[in-house]
Structure formats: C-alpha cells, structure tokens
C-alpha cells in the first residue's frame, strides 16, 4: 500500500528556514513525479513545486520562486522541500502528494512567527 509521510515542519521566525521531508513507501519512487502542496488557514490547497522522477525539471508556484527548493533523494523514497526567507504568510499545513494513486500524506503544519 502506497503511503507518503510528511515531517519537519514547526515554529519559525520570518526570514527562517525549514526543510520539510516527505518519506514514501509501498511504490516504486523513482518512477513518479511528486508535488509539494500548501493550504493556507481557511484556504483551498494549492501547489508549490513538482518534481519529475529524475529530477531533471521542476515546477514552482511564482509567490516561492528563489525561496523555495524541491528536491528528491529516488535511493531513500524521499523528497524535500527546503524553505528560506519565509514570510508569516507561508504558515500553514504543507502536504506531499504523488504515487501510482496520487496518494496524500497527512500534512505537517509551518507557522512563521515572531
């Protein structure tokens, strides 16, 4: 059964980073494009950034531009999401998507504030 984890998020102070990670299993990794999503308090869930399955080209939304890096690891499952120089307006829940289903993890919650 395919299955996406998210972790890594929590407390940080603007201008701060994270680096979100997204641990898979139950599919074969490597064969898969994976997209990190965010949703904002009271928002609809929208992308950030995709990556195809070898990463050799990648998608951001324009608002995390130079900011934001996706990046893969097809020897652990795993993609990252590095984030530098948030804002207070980058806070909420940052979801992994991808798999033979699409398949959604549970979300790790980012709240930037002093």
């Known amino acids: 059964q395919a299955q996406v984890v998210e972790s890594g998020g929590g407390l940080v102070q603007p201008g701060g980073s994270l680096r979100l990670s997204c641990a898979t299993s139950?599919?074969?990794?490597?064969?898969?494009?994976m997209s990190w999503y965010y949703q904002g308090p009271g928002k609809e869930r929208e992308s950030v950034a995709t990556?195809?399955?070898?990463?050799?080209?990648?998608y951001y939304r324009d608002s995390v531009k130079s900011r934001f890096t996706i990046s893969r690891d097809n020897a652990k499952n795993t993609v990252y999401l590095q984030m530098n120089n948030l804002k207070p307006e980058n806070t909420g829940m940052y979801f992994c998507?991808?798999?033979?289903?699409?398949?959604w993890g549970q979300g790790t919650q980012v709240t930037v504030s002093s």
């Open positions: 139950g599919f074969t990794f490597r064969d898969y494009a």
């Open positions: 990556i195809t399955p070898s990463g050799g080209t990648i």
């Open positions: 998507r991808g798999g033979p289903s699409d398949n």
